[in-house]
């Protein structure tokens, strides 16, 4: 089986969904039955890429010019479905494909789409969030000209998937009609093991609080800012906020850092490293992640995985990861809530590890091998549906 897989972000560029193709491509390799042509963006001007990242699996990079790493803008989107559409074309004349799988509506779904119309190859669209309408506020002036693309997107597709029973509820606004297949995002838990609690807890004269994602508005690191400042009036001491990652917002969140009075409370990590990602987890208490939306969070789920107690807001992958037993969700911009999720946490050093513990249990449940498994089953029937 060969597969045309098109993706404009791709580690580097992008967040969670370059993440989960790439491991989606590793698990693949691992099966080694099914050969890939992946089509992502270029950073560069006009230089297009080419890179064998394991025996049949290949990597093609589209010029895009990318100023942010972190999202494209509509221009650089534009770019990459134009370029992208030339070389599947190019790649369709040299090989023969069963079928294309696109990671997102806009643009890889439409170009796939374009793609069946004109060489009448089958696709299967991903929805990973952003590119469902209503997912992300920032687009709210554009999603209305986009809902009746994605109807037609989603419609002629072979496949549809998603990643969070909340994310097939958002879909559904948009296509009330639309069968949508969950396949959940995965977690390392082999080279992910949970931290000591009794150690730790032994060792710490502070609790830390962790939030690893990208510094945008969306994932509403300043409404955490706003909760270490309600805590810091009620007097609480003794407690760290760990934020890692880089993004649009990070000027702004120093900004307000400063202002708030908790410059000696809170570290920006900046950009680090998956192993010290990992190592910075080991070290901490709680997890926040206070996302205005997501589809289902890597970082949660590996904080889950570090045997962390979580506290979340009511958004994608929640039902799924976050019982009473191993977190607390609270509503979305309300800083009153977290500060008194935190403090809850804060004065029960026996009720986090509890969660904790609960935590990796849940996590457990949700590994890539299975991710993978669930995709090679889809390519399966989508080949004996062709046949």
Same mark, same amino acid.
């Given at each position: 089986?060969?597969? @045309?897989? /098109?993706?404009?972000? !791709? ?12 491991? /989606? ?27 064998? @990242? ?33 070389? &599947?074309?190019?790649? @369709? ?6 079928? $294309? =799988?696109? =990671? ?7 170009? +796939? *789409? ?11 669209? &991903? ?7 209503? !997912? %992300? ?30 994310? $097939?509820?958002? #879909? #559904?606004?948009?296509?009330?009609? @639309? ?22 807890? *032994?060792? &710490? ?5 962790? $939030? ?39 000027? /702004? ?54 045997? /962390? ?29 977290? +500060? ?12 986090? $590890? ?11 449940? !949700?590994?890539? %091998? ?18």
């Amino acid at each position: 089986m060969r597969i @045309l897989m /098109l993706d404009n972000e !791709f580690p580097p560029l992008g967040g969670g969904t370059g993440i989960v193709n790439k491991r /989606l491509l590793d698990g693949i390799a691992e099966v080694g039955t099914i050969e890939v042509d992946l089509i992502t963006s270029s950073r560069t001007k006009d230089q297009y890429e080419h890179e064998v @990242l394991s025996p049949g699996i290949e990597l093609y990079r589209v010029p895009v010019d990318n100023k942010n790493i972190h999202h494209s803008s509509n221009r650089e989107l534009i770019t990459y479905a134009i370029r992208g559409f030339l070389k &599947s074309r190019e790649l @369709l004349k040299e090989h023969s494909y069963d079928l $294309c =799988f696109a =990671f997102a509506t806009f643009p890889a779904g439409v170009m +796939a *789409l374009w793609l069946r119309y004109m060489e009448g190859l089958p696709y299967i669209i &991903s929805l990973q969030g952003p590119d469902v309408p209503g !997912f %992300e506020s920032r687009y709210n002036y554009i999603y209305p000209f986009l809902k009746p693309i994605a109807r037609i997107v989603w419609r002629r597709a072979a496949i549809v998937t998603a990643i969070s029973e909340q994310m $097939c509820q958002l #879909a #559904a606004q948009t296509c009330s009609d @639309l069968h949508v297949d969950i396949i959940y995002n995965g977690v390392d838990t082999h080279r992910i093991q949970p931290r000591d609690w009794d150690k730790a807890f *032994l060792n &710490s004269k502070s609790v830390k609080v962790i $939030c690893v994602a990208r510094l945008i508005e969306r994932k509403g690191q300043h409404h955490l800012l706003e909760a270490g400042a309600i805590l810091k009036r009620m007097g609480k001491e003794g407690f760290r906020i760990v934020f890692v990652g880089t993004g649009d917002a990070q000027p /702004l969140l120093k900004k307000r850092c400063r202002e708030l009075g908790l410059d000696t409370i809170v570290e920006f990590k900046g950009f680090v490293d998956w192993e010290e990602v990992i190592a910075l987890y080991q070290k901490a208490h709680v997890f926040v992640l206070p996302s205005y939306n997501e589809g289902m969070s890597i970082a949660l789920l590996e904080a889950m995985a570090s045997g /962390l107690p979580v506290i979340v807001t009511d958004t994608g992958g929640t039902k799924e990861l976050v019982k009473k037993e191993n977190g607390m969700v609270v509503p979305w911009a309300d800083a009153d809530a977290l +500060a008194n999720a935190l403090t809850s946490l804060f004065e029960s050093p026996i009720r986090m $590890c509890s969660m904790g513990h609960n935590s990796r249990s849940i996590a457990m449940q !949700f590994n890539w %091998e299975k991710f993978t498994w669930r995709h090679m089953v889809l390519f399966s029937r989508m080949l004996e549906n062709s046949s």
